[in-house]
């Protein structure tokens, strides 16, 4: 959780010098990714593309739209870069992630597997390639890349809960507790690891371990029925397969 009066505070100062000054532009740029002010970076990543145009901060435009939802404005950022002889990997990684939030996996798909092709050991594009094969059905090379960004240091949890969105998928729902659990008990759950452990732990006929999950302000009728449509729907497992997916773009900064 940040400080929000020291953040506000050292806003307004910052927000009082000069923009001609370069080291107050890069002051300014990392109290606003700091404070996750993605709306006030898109104004100030366009504003430096005017004055100069360069792939960084195209990319870092297209970045910011995409954590503010705007997938479409991230694509059209980077059409001049992806119309290029040669696409550089963090281009077509972002471009692919626009796809996936776009929900043109294909697309998405293809675009990430040439981002492979030449940066083959990056964790992002193998994480972002694994819920791509997901979205198509790919089971198989979806957990192949997780377990290769997983090998390359990416971020445990995230890889952690995608590997058991596919175990529930697959049906193997203990497997997907077995992986869950320990993050849900060490307090580093999210409310993704949670929803996912909830529906591992009703799959499996579980309902104790649900109902101390949804908490003392739920009824015991409210419990039971929300257990009885986790365990009873199988629609579910496949709808939460693409959104329950740890998104990338929690990694994007």
């Known amino acids: 959780m940040y400080k929000f009066m020291s953040v506000l505070c050292c806003f307004l100062i910052v927000g009082c010098m000069s923009t001609n000054d370069p080291k107050a532009s890069l002051d300014k740029e990392a109290l606003l990714l700091q404070a996750q002010n993605y709306s006030e970076l898109v104004g100030l990543y366009k504003a430096e593309l005017i004055k100069k145009d360069t792939p960084e ?8 739209y995409l954590m503010i939802k705007d997938a ?24 692919a992630s626009a796809h996936y939030e776009l929900g ?10 040439r981002a492979l092709d030449s940066d083959a050991g990056n964790a992002e594009i193998q994480n972002l390639a694994g819920l791509l094969y997901a979205a198509n059905g790919d ?20 890889i952690k809960n995608n590997l058991a969105v596919l175990d529930i998928i697959e049906g193997h729902y203990l497997d997907a507790v077995q ?3 320990p993050i849900y008990t060490n307090d580093q759950a999210d409310a993704q690891v949670e929803a996912n452990l909830m529906l591992a732990l009703a799959k499996l006929g579980n309902f104790d371990y ?7 302000e739920i009824t015991e009728e409210e419990a039971f029925n929300h257990f009885a449509a986790l ?4 629609a579910i497992v496949q709808h939460v397969a693409e959104p329950i997916l740890s998104s990338k773009k929690q990694e994007l900064q």
């Not at 649900?210 to 003392?216: A, I, N």
């Not at 365990?231 to 199988?234: D, K, L, Q, T």
């Open 57 to 64: 901060t195209r990319i870092k435009l297209a970045r910011s």
């Open 179 to 181: 992986r869950l659990m």
């Open 210 to 216: 649900v109902r101390s999950m949804l908490g003392p």
């Open 231 to 234: 365990r009873n729907s199988e």
């Open 72 to 95: 479409d404005s991230a694509l059209f950022t980077l059409q001049p870069l992806m119309a290029q002889k040669k696409v550089q990997p963090d281009v077509l990684l972002v471009n």
């Open 104 to 113: 043109n996996f294909k697309l998405g798909l293809a675009e990430i597997i």
């Open 139 to 158: 089971y198989n090379h979806a957990r192949t890349q997780f377990n290769h960004a997983r090998t390359n240091f990416y971020n445990d949890i995230t």
